[in-house]
């Protein structure tokens, strides 16, 4: 029995080292439970993350396909638009082209309206003066032939 004597303090000195290892297997064992729990939600996250930014960039990437499409269907309405006015300036230009040449061609011929008229009335101006001459009424046209009166030319009127 003197072996069993020795052996008794013993287990007393080894259940709270027993203990102490059961603690520190225990501490390890959460420890690398949480461990293992982060990488778990480390590696969800990162996979709902790459997900979510695919989702994202694809939207993103339609959403700018749909704004180039729109952007390109006004580029070409305005086009058109601009092609119109362009258009309707030609005509407009030509219209008042036409227009002003068409003036022009009346002045012109007004003009020589009143070209002619001029000359008429310069005619008629000769032939009232003669007439008036011929019947000695109305006033000398130039000054000479009143030069001519005062210098003793007494034709008078009816003479």
């Given at each position: 029995m003197p072996?069993?004597?020795?052996?008794?303090?013993?287990?007393?000195?080894?259940?709270?080292?027993?203990?102490?290892?059961?603690?520190?297997?225990?501490?390890?064992?959460?420890?690398?439970?949480?461990?293992?729990?982060?990488?778990?939600?480390?590696t969800e996250l990162r996979a709902d993350i790459i997900r979510l930014e695919t989702e994202l960039r694809a939207e993103i990437s339609n959403e700018i396909d749909g704004l180039r499409t729109e952007m390109g269907e006004l580029r070409s309405e305005i086009s058109n638009e601009i092609d119109g006015l362009r258009t309707e300036m030609g005509e407009l230009r030509a219209e008042i082209s036409n227009e002003i040449d068409g003036l022009r061609t009346e002045m012109?011929?007004?003009?020589?309206?009143?070209?002619e008229l001029r000359v008429l009335v310069v005619e008629n101006g000769q032939r009232l003066a003669r007439i008036e001459g011929f019947l000695?009424?109305?006033?000398?046209?130039?000054?000479?032939?009143?030069?001519?009166?005062?210098?003793?030319?007494?034709?008078?009127?009816?003479?």
């Open positions: 072996a069993s004597s020795d052996a008794s303090p013993r287990w007393p000195q080894l259940i709270p080292l027993a203990q102490l290892v059961a603690v520190v297997l225990g501490v390890f064992a959460i420890i690398w439970n949480q461990q293992q729990t982060t990488d778990n939600l480390r012109g011929e007004l003009r020589a309206e009143i070209g000695g009424i109305g006033i000398p046209d130039s000054a000479p032939q009143g030069d001519d009166r005062a210098a003793g030319d007494d034709r008078g009127p009816g003479g």
